[in-house]
């Protein structure tokens, strides 16, 4: 009897010393998810501006954003501009002449969404 008084003052020596060890190392905190990155829209409040050359007459155009020539559209082509979000100016005039293809737009672009806008003449 007196093995069986040693094994168990040995079971319960070792339970006094993994007990705490096990209930100190278990991490009670809430799992946490990594933060969600910001947009790139939405760091730099802009959106996207698409443009189309639907022309019925088959003539390019020049794209010009705020008074800034952005380059030749082709007749069926279309193209993405990113701005800043708000008002802009918009004109599409012909390539290959110092004329409107459209009237003069305002359209107002939202953050982190697409204007999209064509022009037919």
Known sequence: ???VEIISLFMSGVL???VPIIFFS???STP???PT????CEKYHTGILHVSNQSSRGLDYDIIIDGINQGRLTVGASKDFRVAAGSHTLDFKYS???SYACSRSYPNV???QTYSIYCTG
Do not use: G, K, Q
């Not at 990155?37 to 790139?40: R, S």
């Open 32 to 34: 946490t998810t990594p």
């Open 110 to 112: 939202i953050e982190c």
């Open 37 to 40: 990155p910001t947009p790139d």
């Open 96 to 98: 290959d002449h110092d």
């Open 1 to 3: 009897m007196r093995r």
């Open 26 to 28: 278990c991490d009670n």
């Open 16 to 18: 006094l010393i993994l």
